[in-house]
């Protein structure tokens, strides 16, 4: 499998974040070389200069030309403009490609409805810790995908963290939790160094604690595969400083916050597909 991957080429269409962390991601893992992989967007030729530059990929002067010699066509451009951009490379488009989008709320059958061939399409949510070649994605399939092209698009995503199939229906949930997920730790973050900052530690000093204390925390889950609420038990002693910190938080409810935004995003992602769905009929 890795040396098929090897000898496909990418054509992304979008080269926003997610564009550039997935590009980070393959080649640090090796898995496909800078060559065989072309770069485009609409409206900032500046932003493809600047991947080009720093990654060594293909830019694209001829969208149609180029999505024709590709194999594999990773969709990444924003939810509300991926029914226009399909639509403009939709000519090029045969049933041999597959075509991988990370576009959050567009379901499979609105990207296949886009194209003018029966291609198969598998619909990914991974996050931006592709960047580090740490992302927790989830794939499901699309009509007319086989089980070879999802074991395809499961490797491509497993060389920048993990990857798993799921089923459609589940696809907003996913992005409402690992998709949106970074953001949720980064504004944990956020709030810890400000409290630590406030009772006089250095910001450099608490910038190091917390990251180190993020990551053992997440590799303690990680590697004991123990439940979250038995870990956080073991650290929680009686009248100790830890049950009085979580007393606080309880009394605010971040519990049951942090349940409404994950339930919020997963409703949002659902809004935005039914958005489009709806401009597109």
Request: glycine share 8%; with cysteine.
């Amino acid at each position: 499998m890795m040396s098929l991957i090897q000898e496909q080429r990418i054509f992304f269409l979008g080269a926003g974040s997610m564009a550039e962390a997935m590009i980070k991601g393959l080649l640090e893992a090796g898995l496909v070389s800078a060559e065989r992989m072309t770069i485009s967007n609409r409206q900032r030729p500046a932003r493809l200069q600047d991947l080009q530059n720093v990654y060594g990929v293909g830019v694209s002067h001829d969208k149609l030309a180029d999505v024709a010699q590709a194999d594999i066509l990773l969709v990444a451009v924003k939810p509300f403009d991926l029914v226009t951009a399909l639509r403009e490379i939709a000519p090029a488009i045969t049933s041999r490609h597959l075509i991988i989008s990370v576009a959050a709320g567009v379901a499979t059958e609105m990207i296949e409805q886009c194209i003018e061939v029966y291609a198969p399409v598998v619909r990914a949510m991974p996050n931006t810790s592709s960047f580090v070649q740490a992302s927790a994605t989830a794939l499901c399939r699309g009509r007319w995908v086989t089980d070879e092209q999802v074991q395809t698009a499961q490797h491509l995503f497993s060389a920048i963290g993990t990857s798993l199939e799921v089923e459609e229906p589940l696809m907003n949930a996913v992005t409402g939790l690992s998709g949106t997920g970074p953001a949720y730790f980064y504004y944990l973050v956020e709030a810890l160094l400000e409290g630590g900052l406030g009772c006089g530690l250095p910001a450099e000093t608490c910038n190091e604690l917390l990251i180190q204390t993020m990551y053992g925390a997440a590799k303690m889950l990680q590697e004991t595969r123990k439940e979250p609420a038995e870990l956080r038990r073991q650290v929680t002693s009686p009248n100790g400083t830890t049950m009085a910190a979580m007393q606080v938080l309880e009394q605010g409810e971040a519990h049951r916050l942090f349940i409404k935004a994950v339930q919020r995003a997963t409703e949002r992602a659902f809004e935005m597909g039914q958005q489009i769905a709806t401009t597109n009929q």
